[in-house]
């Protein structure tokens, strides 16, 4: 199995900046995709960032040049930094991966457990 650990969650006034941290572990042969997404109070889940394993990057247009998505050389451990925060960024973020498993030919996706951000006006 495979567990993806998130942290870095908080509160935050308007215009400040914080970092999301995923670690993941477990049966990992490899990482084909890594992300985070977000889900606000009575609205669907959506992307905000995501990472392939040939460095591909893609974000919501809503974070664009406000978020990067990264990935620790040579590590299971994927970041998400965000800066010029606005409140409504609030909302609970999830990482997520898409893996490969030893002996196994398929990719499997995986979820945190979700970390909130709350952005003060």
């Known amino acids: 199995q495979v567990q993806l650990v998130e942290s870095g969650g908080g509160l935050v006034q308007a215009g400040g900046s914080l970092r999301l941290s995923c670690a993941a572990s477990?049966?990992?042969?490899?990482?084909?995709?890594m992300g985070w997404y977000r889900q606000a109070p009575g609205k669907q889940r959506e992307s905000v960032a995501t990472?392939?394993?040939?460095?591909?990057?893609n974000y919501a247009d809503s974070v664009k040049g406000r978020f990067t998505i990264s990935r620790e050389n040579g590590k299971n451990t994927w970041y998400l930094q965000m800066n010029s925060l606005k409140p409504e960024d609030t909302a609970v973020y999830y990482c997520?991966?898409?893996?490969?498993?030893?002996?196994?030919?398929?990719?499997?996706?995986?979820w945190g457990q979700g970390t909130q951000v709350t952005v003060s006006s």
């Open positions: 997520y991966a898409k893996v490969r498993r030893w002996l196994a030919s398929s990719l499997y996706e995986y």
């Open positions: 477990g049966s990992i042969f490899s990482m084909n995709t």
């Open positions: 990472l392939t394993s040939t460095s591909n990057t």
